[in-house]
């Protein structure tokens, strides 16, 4: 299971390469790190196993947060919240976007970087995404929202892009244009 330890922080250069395409059919082991990821993220959003692994909680994490640099990640949005979305996404591409953006009102956080950078990122608000499952099988989906954020914040780490490269430097908090803030209050 993934622990606190076993994910790099800013300054590792993993975080700043280009990950591998993953080889299908998936291999036992590329399986096994998919699992253990989306584990992670359904974990650290349990306060009792967040509590007892000492896990910061995320809706995402990829591959090369923990040193794997491999074209991986997961997004683990719980039942209970208008989301409700688990996936594992292999070899992830958008294939088409909107021309409107959006971004959260919060920023963004993290879980390999230490520290909370303020500023708004743009994301686009609508995205047409295709990737390969588990079982090697290739698929297609529409998403919105806080799932859209946080498919384009993963796949940014396969790129060896963090959420902070798209700050604006001169003005964190400058208007951007043609863009839906997202309100939405952690842990809920
Ligand atoms: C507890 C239980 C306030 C501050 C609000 C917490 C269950 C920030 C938001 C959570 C912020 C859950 C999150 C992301 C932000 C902030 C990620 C709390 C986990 C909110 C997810 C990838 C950016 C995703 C909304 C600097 C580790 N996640 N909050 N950003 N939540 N969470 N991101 N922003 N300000 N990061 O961080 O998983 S896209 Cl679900
Ligand atoms: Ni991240």
Do not use: W
Request: include cysteine; hydrophobic fraction near 40%.
């Amino acid at each position: 299971m993934i622990l606190m330890k076993d994910i790099i922080r800013e300054g590792h250069p993993t975080l700043r390469k280009r990950s591998e395409e993953v080889a299908l059919p998936l291999s036992a082991e590329d399986k096994a790190l998919a699992e253990s990821l989306l584990e992670y993220v359904k974990n650290s959003q349990d306060d009792e196993l967040a509590e007892k692994y000492d896990l910061r909680a995320g809706v995402g994490i990829a591959a090369p947060q923990v040193n794997q640099a491999k074209r991986i990640f997961a997004l683990y949005f719980d039942p209970s919240t208008e989301e409700n979305m688990s996936l594992i996404a292999i070899n992830p591409k958008i294939v088409s976007h909107s021309v409107e953006k959006s971004y959260l009102t919060t920023g963004e956080g993290c879980l390999s970087v230490d520290r909370a950078v303020p500023g708004y990122v743009p994301r686009y608000a609508r995205i047409t995404v295709k990737a390969y499952n588990l079982q090697g099988e290739e698929f297609k989906m529409r998403l919105k929202g806080l799932p859209a954020i946080a498919f384009q914040h993963e796949l940014d780490h396969l790129n060896g892009i963090m959420f902070f490269d798209h700050i604006n430097a001169e003005n964190p908090f400058a208007e951007i244009e043609n863009a839906t803030p997202i309100e939405r209050g952690s842990g809920e």
